[in-house]
């Protein structure tokens, strides 16, 4: 197939003899006259390679190759410089330009660029889908080594092969999918299809057709029967994600099908028959929907076979490095960035920070990073403002590790506690050295100033 060349110059001879060069090589040649028609012709057609001229009469060849790196940052550009404009083509290179060719041209040197730059973005393009194809191949792998990621992975284990429906619930970004995308694949059901439904994206009058599918002509635009979620995962998995975000209607209608696995399509009489495994998930507590008035009782025992919660990740921050570390790898293996790599002072930063977005901020932060510091070391210097001075892990109380006595955790004010048996202890002892203020403080090592506070605020008597 020939290769589509753009040539961007506002003089007609040099317009005239590379497209001559070129169309001898078997190119197929358009051209523009002026940075803002090459910019038109891109947004509607784009070729496989642009030769550009640095100077241009009204928007100049860098400002046009900035456009087209933000754009279509895989069209390879190759800027065409006159006499003195060397510094100028280097330039453009560093803002990633493929090559640079003189005037005078040479014919040479024209064709041979050319076809490197052709050779290279398709390389490129190859690579790139090879890339998002090895991506797309990765099972969903569950990173972490805290005890609660351990603990799930070993429940998801017990609960896959099972078949029972599982509820899944945790905050958003904390991995609920891949939690049901782990169970899918550890199933029976694991080599057949996991049908995902997002329950909050699908509006109301459309829900029971994008379920249950539907018949030619069931409704206007219903131009050819359509197989619903239902069917698609039959003898899989279907994950009806949000689910605390589905009407009440929608549930009455989901409830039924749940329990029957059996249904119509829209606009049709017959009874179809599925075999479904069911994994709901959802951020919202369920129990306080119920209480609100927002979601059913009954669906949601029916759905609650197996509860699955999944901790928000500042209760497992140990797994942040781990997960730092394997974000970093699988982005580059998906679009090719640089390595990078965080200091310890910044990972400690990034360990402390509480990540409102869990895991899903965390896999944005470190792309974005990457994006702009692929390649270097990253100190707390370049950590963006909203996570260097963000909200932090609150340090969990020493207090409570050092309570004399055991005390059920929850039903007990444990500084109270803690006030109580020391005034107990003091009274117990001022009484031991008959009211003698010094010998006690000599006994419980404080200064005498500093007992009388605490007597006097524990309101003991002393005579
Ligand atoms: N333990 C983990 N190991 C590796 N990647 C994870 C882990 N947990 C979450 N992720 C990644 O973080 C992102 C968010 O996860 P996921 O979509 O499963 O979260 P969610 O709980 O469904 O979020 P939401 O409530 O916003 O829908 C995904 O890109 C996912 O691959
Ligand atoms: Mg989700």
């Not at 921050?317 to 970093?328: A, Q, R, S, T, Y």
């Not at 293996?333 to 977005?357: C, D, M, V």
Request: hydrophobic share 40%; proline share 5%; charged share 30%.
């Amino acid at each position: 197939m020939s290769k589509n060349i753009l040539i961007v110059d506002d003089e007609d001879g040099i317009r005239y003899s590379l497209r001559g060069i070129l169309e001898d090589e078997g190119f197929d040649v358009s051209e523009a006259e002026s940075g803002e028609k090459a910019l038109e012709h891109l947004n509607e057609d784009q070729p496989d390679l642009v030769f550009l001229d640095i100077w241009l009469p009204g928007m100049d060849g860098l400002e046009v190759l900035d456009r087209i790196k933000k754009e279509w940052d895989w069209l390879p550009v190759v800027m065409i410089s006159g006499h003195g404009n060397i510094e100028t083509a280097v330039s453009a290179i560093k803002k990633g330009a493929f090559d640079f060719i003189e005037k005078p041209l040479s014919l040479e040197k024209v064709v041979i660029t050319a076809e490197k730059a052709v050779e290279f973005s398709r390389l490129q393009s190859e690579n790139k889908a090879l890339r998002t194809r090895i991506a797309a191949e990765q099972p969903a792998r569950l990173t972490g080594q805290s005890e609660s990621i351990d603990s799930m992975r070993e429940v998801i284990g017990q609960v896959a092969p099972t078949d029972a429906w599982v509820l899944i619930t945790g905050e958003n970004g904390t991995g609920k999918e891949i939690v049901a995308r782990s169970i899918h694949s550890q199933s029976q059901r694991a080599d057949k299809p996991l049908v995902a439904v997002n329950c909050a994206a699908i509006p109301e009058e459309l829900i029971e057709s994008e379920l249950f599918g539907h018949e030619k002509g069931a409704f206007t635009g219903a131009e050819k029967a359509q197989e619903g979620k239902f069917e698609l995962a039959d003898n899989g998995t279907l994950f009806l994600d949000e689910i605390g975000d589905m009407s009440l209607k929608t549930q009455a209608k989901i409830l039924r099908i749940l329990q029957e696995q059996r249904f119509e399509r829209v606009g049709g009489r017959k009874t179809i028959n599925v075999d479904v495994r069911v994994i709901a998930a959802t951020n919202k507590d369920l129990f306080q929907e119920i209480k609100n008035g927002n979601f059913r009782e009954d669906l949601y025992y029916r759905l609650k076979v197996f509860p699955l919660e999944v901790p928000p990740l500042r209760d497992r921050n140990k797994d942040i490095p781990l997960l730092i570390d394997e974000f970093i790898t699988s982005l580059n293996r998906q679009h090719g960035f640089k390595p990078l790599t965080f200091t310890e002072p910044a990972l400690n930063i990034l360990t402390e920070y509480s990540w409102p977005g869990n895991v899903r901020e965390l896999k944005n932060f470190v792309e974005r990073m990457l994006i702009m510091f692929g390649g270097k070391e990253v100190g707390p210097d370049k950590l963006p403002p909203e996570i260097a001075n963000g909200p932090r892990i609150e340090k969990p109380e020493t207090d409570q590790e050092q309570l004399p006595l055991p005390l059920p955790e929850g039903e007990v004010d444990f500084k109270k506690a803690r006030a109580d048996f020391e005034a107990q202890f003091l009274e117990a002892k001022l009484r031991e050295y008959k009211g003698n203020v010094s010998k006690l403080a000599e006994a419980v090592g404080l200064e005498r100033s500093s007992l009388y506070r605490k007597l006097k605020a524990y309101e003991i008597q002393v005579d």
